[in-house]
């Protein structure tokens, strides 16, 4: 089973250039979360979407955009990119049968803003 | 505040020992507690979840207790191999943080490396 893939695994980007992380998953789960991983730092919620069509900021949405046109993609968008950017980016889904199943990770996208 | 703290920061064991890691938060309202291993450039993968009602959950040679009136939890990890070196990352939930947000406040997690 794929999981949770995201891609790329790695990327290099200058200040101000865009770019969209990409996240799919293949278990028919709803729910699907994006974190970013600081080093040293715990995990922090970024976007979230419940379902197809919907997404909710998180903790640190400035500088992001997501979209969710279908149950198995979340995309997200780097717009402008800046220093303070620089980080893993950990795309997650659920199940929504209840709030206690636990979340299935990617493998991260590391991310450098020069 | 919702805060997840956890020690030691690092541990360095031999392989075969045992080792008990320690997670305390101060989540409010609570509603789990999970405890995620995460290998080098891997993403967390998840270990156990506790609710309030539930002291202690295993996983094979992975143990988790929970004392919910103290706010602390602890991993224990039997008869380490070398496959344990990983960061291990304590999650609590909050209560009520319905649609899909899930409430959760991350540890910094704990860096442990199992030595041959």
């Known amino acids: 089973n794929a999981g949770v893939t995201q891609t790329p695994k790695f990327r290099i980007l200058k200040i101000g250039q865009s770019m969209t992380l990409q996240c799919t998953q293949d278990m028919n789960h709803n729910y699907m979360y994006w974190y970013r991983q600081d080093p040293g730092m715990g995990l922090k919620l970024i976007y979230y979407s419940v379902g197809a069509g919907i997404t909710d900021k998180g903790e640190v949405p400035n500088g992001y955009n997501v979209s969710r046109s279908t149950t198995e993609d979340f995309p997200l968008r780097l717009e402008l990119a800046a220093p303070s950017q620089t980080s893993v980016y950990f795309c997650a889904s659920r199940s929504d049968r209840a709030s206690n199943q636990p979340q299935h990770f990617g493998d991260g996208t590391r991310l450098s803003i020069l | 505040k919702n805060q997840v703290e956890q020690s030691p920061q690092s541990l360095i064991i031999l392989e075969g020992k045992n080792c008990t890691l320690q997670c305390n938060y101060t989540v409010s309202p609570f509603s789990n507690l999970r405890w995620y291993k995460q290998d080098t450039g891997r993403g967390p993968v998840s270990l156990t979840i506790?609710?309030?009602?539930?002291n202690t959950k295993s996983n094979g040679r992975y143990t988790a207790t929970l004392d919910a009136d103290t706010k602390q939890s602890s991993l224990h990890i039997t008869a380490s191999q070398l496959s344990d070196s990983a960061s291990y990352i304590c999650?609590?939930?909050?209560?009520?943080?319905?649609?899909?947000?899930?409430?959760?406040?991350f540890g910094k997690g704990t860096h442990l490396i199992i030595q041959p």
């Open positions: 506790m609710t309030f009602s539930e």
């Open positions: 999650v609590v939930s909050a209560l009520g943080r319905g649609g899909g947000a899930d409430g959760l406040t």
